[in-house]
């Protein structure tokens, strides 16, 4: 008999699925304003909720119609190299809906927090070097 000893097992990175109402309003905030895109979509017919996979870089992020995978209002942390860039970026893209500012925490990260349209929240951050 084969048993798989834990200390052979390792985690990878894991895939968020966020909540999602209205396709345009996800893709406007997503893939224009946040500059993500579109990997893949799925729906198990044409009048079904949307299911779809989103990336920047190494970050992928599900984002799901199906009102059983998922509560809206979920948070998530995004680590990214050069927030600042990634902040000014953001803001010269005029979005009406979000002018998000750049923070210095208590626990040495710069953060950029937004609200997508469906209550998610995502908080881009930089580790500061003392």
């Given at each position: 008999?084969?048993?798989?000893?834990?200390?052979?097992?390792?985690?990878?990175?894991?895939?968020?699925?966020?909540?999602?109402?209205?396709?345009?309003?996800?893709?406007?905030?997503?893939?224009?304003?946040?500059?993500?895109?579109?990997?893949?979509?799925?729906?198990?017919?044409?009048?079904?909720?949307?299911?779809?996979?989103?990336?920047?870089?190494?970050?992928?992020?599900?984002?799901?119609?199906?009102?059983?995978?998922?509560c809206p209002?979920?948070?998530?942390?995004?680590?990214?190299?050069?927030?600042?860039?990634?902040?000014?970026?953001?803001?010269?893209?005029?979005?009406?809906?979000?002018?998000?500012?750049?923070?210095?925490?208590?626990?040495?990260?710069?953060?950029?927090?937004?609200?997508?349209?469906?209550?998610?929240?995502?908080v881009f951050?930089?580790s500061i070097?003392?």
């Amino acid at each position: 008999m084969n048993i798989l000893n834990i200390s052979e097992s390792r985690m990878k990175s894991s895939t968020p699925i966020l909540r999602v109402f209205d396709e345009e309003k996800a893709k406007e905030f997503y893939l224009t304003y946040l500059g993500f895109k579109l990997d893949w979509e799925h729906r198990f017919e044409m009048e079904m909720p949307l299911y779809m996979q989103i990336s920047n870089g190494s970050c992928i992020i599900h984002l799901s119609e199906h009102h059983g995978d998922c509560c809206p209002g979920a948070a998530i942390r995004i680590e990214v190299e050069n927030i600042g860039l990634f902040h000014s970026n953001l803001l010269s893209k005029k979005y009406k809906y979000s002018r998000p500012g750049i923070e210095k925490t208590p626990w040495n990260t710069q953060e950029v927090s937004v609200l997508d349209p469906f209550g998610n929240r995502i908080v881009f951050l930089e580790s500061i070097q003392n």
